[in-house]
């Protein structure tokens, strides 16, 4: 079996189903790459990088596809290096390794199902018979009474596991909040948690959200970070999530030191080598690479084998479209470490039509996947579905680029 084209495509469709997500995010891209052979079988693959800025996909496959032309998928690894020493200069990090993992992805699904198996078996093989999960909630909806529904929302679809986000979102007045001051940011969050665990019990793992990798409002210092979780403590968190910006690794460690909530962290870090420096320095107790960001299934194995050695878990980032929930999915599978599965609940059609019956959730966990390779299909009928929108990208919001989708 040879590859004979390798091509991108481009979907813009609804963000979610869910109520609560929605009222923050209307629409998502994504971007997909085929790997087309001489056999009717076509690897499918995802980079997160579609979701942020799906125009610079198609040129970066361009550059990499005659690598792979007249090639097997005997040798994934060789193929990934050969691409990635090709673009050293630009693709060590960032937005072109990204890219690369979503074409790596789909070689990983193209020899899955060359050989009948799921992608996990090929990564190692299968460490668990089932992994937990947890709804990723998004922003935390206010008034408090609509937050409880949005919690209810996703205890009745099965899960026993929430994130939320750090601040508020109140579409009544006010749109996105966060309190100005340290005390004031660690009273809101305190009393939040105080609500959030009185109303869903002590049987619901839950987790917030700083989004301070990639803040909407102030990034929070060092300091205001400390005074946060410390007043979260009571709470019983499983972790607390990106509390301070990648630029601050060294804030990272500090701050594991001075709270006893586990630290989660990594989902903007591409790269075993950009991870290597945050694990070196124990940024984080939980690390969250994501299979469709971080530079390949490769890659992650690599990150997460990397913290497994520090005695660190792993919880999986999956906030991309259907190749990227299943992308992390198997790499969940294949990893010793792994915590925990994040899961977009209440999806819509760019995860439901293409991952079909491949995810399956039963009692708040996640059951591995049986289908050979990935377990995602792309379809003409969802090209012409769900066409792409130029400028349906996510980004922040600055003077002379707003986002209004």
Not at 67 to 77: M, T
Not at 106 to 128: F, Q, S
Not at 219 to 243: G, I, R
Not at 318 to 331: D, P, T, V
């Amino acid at each position: 079996m040879k590859i004979t084209d390798v091509r991108t495509v481009l979907l813009t469709g609804p963000c979610t189903n869910d109520p609560f997500l929605s009222e923050s995010r209307r629409l998502r891209s994504a971007a997909f790459i085929e790997i087309v052979t001489d056999t009717e079988l076509v690897g499918v693959g995802e980079t997160y990088i579609g979701y942020f800025f799906p125009e610079s996909v198609p040129a970066i496959v361009d550059f990499f596809k005659p690598i792979l032309i007249g090639q097997s998928v005997d040798h994934i690894d060789e193929l990934w290096r050969r691409m990635y020493h090709c673009g050293n200069f630009w693709c060590r990090v960032g937005m072109g390794l990204s890219v690369l993992n979503g074409i790596e992805a789909a070689l990983w699904d193209l020899k899955g199902k060359m050989y009948g198996l799921p992608v996990y078996e090929l990564l190692g093989g299968k460490k668990y018979n089932r992994l937990p999960c947890y709804a990723t909630g998004g922003p935390s909806n206010y008034p408090k009474e609509k937050l409880a529904a949005k919690l209810d929302h996703y205890l009745s679809l099965g899960f026993n596991g929430v994130k939320l986000g750090a601040g508020s979102l109140d579409t009544t007045g006010g749109g996105w909040q966060m309190p100005q001051s340290k005390k004031e940011i660690a009273e809101f969050e305190a009393d939040k948690m105080e609500f959030v665990r009185k109303h869903v019990g002590s049987g619901v793992q839950l987790m917030l959200d700083g989004h301070m990798g990639n803040s909407p409002t102030r990034t929070w210092d060092l300091d205001t970070a400390v005074t946060v979780l410390q007043a979260l403590e009571p709470y019983d968190l499983l972790f607390f999530e990106e509390p301070l910006h990648y630029t601050d690794a060294a804030g990272y460690a500090e701050l594991r030191r001075a709270t006893a909530i586990p630290i989660a962290g990594g989902e903007c870090l591409t790269g075993s080598c950009e991870w290597k420096m945050f694990t070196d320095l124990n940024c984080f107790d939980v690390g969250q690479p994501d299979a469709a960001f971080t530079g390949g299934l490769g890659e992650f194995m690599k990150v997460a084998a990397m913290l497994e050695a520090n005695g660190r878990k792993i919880a999986t980032h999956a906030w991309g479209a259907g190749g990227c929930l299943m992308q992390n999915i198997h790499c969940g599978f294949a990893s010793g470490n792994t915590l925990i599965l994040e899961i977009p609940p209440d999806y819509a059609g760019l995860h439901s039509e293409i991952v079909r019956d491949s995810f399956r959730m039963e009692g708040g966990y996640v059951l591995p996947p049986q289908q050979p390779g990935l377990g995602v299909v792309l379809t003409g009928a969802i090209k012409h579905k769900y066409p792409f929108v130029p400028g349906s990208g996510e980004f922040n919001s600055v003077p002379g680029k707003m986002l209004t989708t």
